[in-house]
Each structure stands twice: as C-alpha cells, then as structure tokens.
C-alpha cells in the first residue's frame, strides 16, 4: 500500500538550556499539514520568522548542526530532528523562544518518549521517498572521513568510529531498520574527550554543558590539580575517573553508546534532505560537516532526478519478453494490447516498452489534426505491464488474470504523441497477499516523467 506522510497527533512542548548558549529556551513541536516538512519559528524575534529544516540553510557544523537565513539562526537542531524523523514524523512546525535547541541529557531519548507518548498521525497525502540510484559519498581524507549511501531497497545506516582512543577503541554501530531507532539509537548521548572540556569551557562554547548531558573519555588519568580545575567548574565534589577510563558522571546505557550516538546524528542531519530515502549508508569517523554535505549532495541529486526513470531502453538488447511472450501471458489481444516488450522483470519492479505510432486506431478520432493519445489508455497501458508483474508470481499465469480495483493520484505530465517510445515502470508498494497487488505506475518518454498514479488489481483464477 501507498505510504502515507506523518504528523503529530498533538503539541509538545520542552524546557531545558543550550548546550553552547546556555540560554533557557521553551520549545514547542506542533502537528503541521501535508507536505509543509520541518520548520522552525523564532517566536523570539520580531515577526516570528521561519526557516525550513534543510540542508541548503546549513551554516555551522564546528560544534553541532546550526541553520540560518542570514538574519537569525537555529543551532543544535539534529537530535529533535533525529527523533522526528526516526518516530516517523514528516510534518511538524517547531516554535522556539531563542537561538539553540535545548540539549536535554544529550541525547533524543526524551524527545522520543514523547512523541510516542501523543503518537503519531497519517494524513491523506502520500509519503514522497527517493530511491538512492548511484553510489553517492563525501570524504575527507586527511581526517579519515568518509561518508557513502548505497542503493537499496529500505534506509539502514552503520558507523564506525577510530579515534585512536584507547579507550573508545574501534566502534561499530548499526541500524538495519528505522523502526529500531526509539529503542536502539534514541537514548544515546553526545561524548566529549577530557582533554577538550576545559578550552571549552574557558572560550565559553559550552555555556549549558554539565555532567548530566555528555558522557566524557578520560584518556589518561589526570593530575590531582585538574580534577580540582573540573570539580569547580562544574561544582561537583566528587569527580573521579572510572576504571573503564569515563568521568563517573553517568554510566553506559551501551557498551558503544559513542558509535550510537555517531548515528543519531546522522540521522538528524541526513533528515535535512527533507525527503526519506532508501539507502544503505556506510560510515567512518562522521561529523556534523560531513553529515551535511552529504545530504546537500543528495537533495542535488533529487532535483536532478525528479521526472526521470532509472532504467533506460536500449533496443539493441534482447527483451525478457517479446510481443509473442507477452501474448502468452496477457488476454489482450489487438488493437488493446498497449505493450510491445518486457526489458526488466524481477520479483517488484516491471519495465515494459510501447512504440507509439501514427497508425494506432485511436489517433483517427482523438485528434485527428493534433494526434494525443488518450490518457486513459496509457493509464490502460501501465495496467498491462502491471499485469505482468502481478502474474509472474503465480506457477501458471495463463490460467490467471489481473482485474484492476483502483487507481488513485494519477497525474498526465507531458503529451505523448506519434513516434513517442513510452516506457513504463512499476514497483510493487507493498508485498502481494491473498492475491491483492498494489503498484506504483509511472510512464516515460525520453526518460521523463509523462504519467504516473497508484494502482490496485487482484490476480484471479479464469473460470
């Protein structure tokens, strides 16, 4: 079936300090309309701006994801919107009194707990996901970076980490599925190296940090004097290191709680695409910078791909089916059989070719001073090649046929006229149960994008 976009069944709101501003900040997450994405509101500033959660308005990585206009900024945005896009929401309209995203305990957890705890909302407008179509990656080299998305079929991320930490050591991380985020990713918080603190804390960069909201490596045991240096920085009498080598602030809520929390932030960052993707993404040693420019990477991608197929016809190749196959396949018989040749077929994805010409018997009347083909028949003509798909999951499929429920947000783009080559593609949405199919159709010519809708069909036994 279609998925459908997401949203908040109700408002949250959230208190809490920035963690390099320290400003005190309220911050209310409310239900938003279809298609309206991730935005932020100043309600702070004087007309109460908004900005779009994108990574074209990405202007600071040095210490967190930071967004910007020019003329007012969000900063420390990628765990709210980690937990927004790992809980499955895609619409929502996030006010906030002042420049930076309350850090909470460093982590999402709190923000997942409750997202959960109003739920989420479908909304009566599909859910737009781009299929990752070539390897895609950011490096950068000098520091061991490297970031790549592979294609696939769902969206998974794994990460490892290499500081050469002794006590780190090499970190693995992995998310195979999104639905794993809440429980797996979410309560992992943000780690910082002891021998970064107090520069930090001495170039006010950290206003907001304290030893509830980071976990902190401790790399060699320190001098008696800088223990006494943190102790009155952070107003604690007790600090001490532990024999695993972290502040005994807090302990582990995973032995690789850093790698974790490595791929929340890829999360957050990568959902500043502002579309859902499928990909694998692979990486090593990842930042807020790299996490950044590679989403910018992709969403260019995005705008070059819009209306074009990932397949392309070459008629030099040997077609999976030629007419006389497809014959034996379909009851359509002449002048109603709309496909001419099968080039890809596997187990959810069909492509088939129709040679328009001028010859077609629906040309005489429709028009015969400006020749269309109708709409209706390429719609027809996706069914057949649908009609394919769903047959070849049955042993015997002349025995069968495939009888068209439904079709729904179907869409005509571009004119098809004679000496067009339509190609169509279609891609089961959901897995084929008690003979019920659903397809996303689109047709092409020249490889862009002419038609396309969702359709619905049940495969029957012929009496």
Not at 288 to 295: G, P, V, Y
């Amino acid at each position: 079936m279609t998925c459908k976009q997401k949203t908040l069944k109700a408002p949250l709101t959230f208190c809490g300090k920035g963690l390099h501003t320290g400003v005190g900040v309220t911050m209310r997450v409310n239900p938003a309309g279809p298609d309206h994405g991730i935005k932020f509101k100043r309600t702070d500033l004087e007309g109460q701006p908004e900005i779009e959660a994108l990574a074209d308005y990405v202007i600071d990585t040095s210490r967190g994801t930071t967004i910007g206009n020019g003329t007012f900024k969000i900063s420390t945005i990628e765990h709210v919107m980690a937990a927004l896009w790992g809980s499955g929401v895609d619409n929502a309209l996030i006010e906030i009194d002042g420049p930076e995203v309350p850090i909470m305990d460093g982590s999402a957890r709190e923000y997942v707990a409750r997202i959960a705890e109003v739920g989420v909302e479908e909304q009566d407008a599909e859910l737009k996901v781009y299929r990752v179509s070539e390897k895609t990656t950011f490096s950068i080299p000098e520091k061991g970076v490297s970031l790549t998305i592979y294609p696939d079929e769902k969206f998974s991320v794994s990460v490892h980490i290499d500081y050469n930490s002794k006590v780190l050591g090499n970190q693995y991380a992995v998310l195979d599925d999104l639905s794993q985020f809440p429980e797996a990713v979410a309560p992992c918080r943000t780690f910082v190296f002891m021998h970064e603190l107090e520069p930090l804390i001495k170039l006010n960069l950290i206003k907001g940090g304290d030893l509830d909201n980071a976990i902190v490596v401790v790399e060699k045991a320190p001098e008696a004097s800088e223990m006494e240096r943190l102790s009155e920085l952070f107003g604690r009498k007790d600090i001490k290191v532990t024999s695993s080598g972290y502040l005994n602030n807090l302990e582990l809520r995973f032995t690789n709680e850093p790698a974790r929390h490595k791929l929340l932030d890829i999360v957050g960052d990568l959902a500043l695409i502002g579309t859902r993707i499928q990909g694998r993404v692979v990486a090593t040693r990842p930042g807020h910078q790299a996490n950044t420019e590679l989403a910018k990477i992709v969403k260019k991608n995005i705008r070059r791909d819009v209306g074009k197929s990932r397949f392309t016809y070459d008629p030099t190749v040997p077609p999976v089916y030629d007419i006389n196959q497809i014959r034996k396949i379909l009851p359509h018989r002449p002048p109603f059989l709309l496909v001419d040749k099968i080039i890809h077929l596997d187990s959810t994805t069909v492509v088939g070719i129709k040679n328009v010409t001028m010859n077609e018997p629906f040309f005489v009347g429709h028009f015969p001073e400006e020749p269309v083909m109708p709409g209706v028949l390429i719609v027809e003509a996706m069914a057949q090649c649908g009609g394919i798909l769903a047959l070849s999951t049955v042993p015997d499929p002349e025995h069968y046929s495939t009888y068209f429920l439904r079709i729904d947000g179907v869409r005509f783009k571009h004119k098809v006229v004679p000496g067009d080559t339509l190609m169509f593609e279609l891609t089961l949405t959901a897995p084929i149960r008690r003979g019920m199919v659903y397809m996303d159709a689109k047709a092409y010519v020249g490889g862009q994008l002419t038609t396309e809708g969702q359709l619905m069909a049940q495969i029957a036994k012929n009496k």
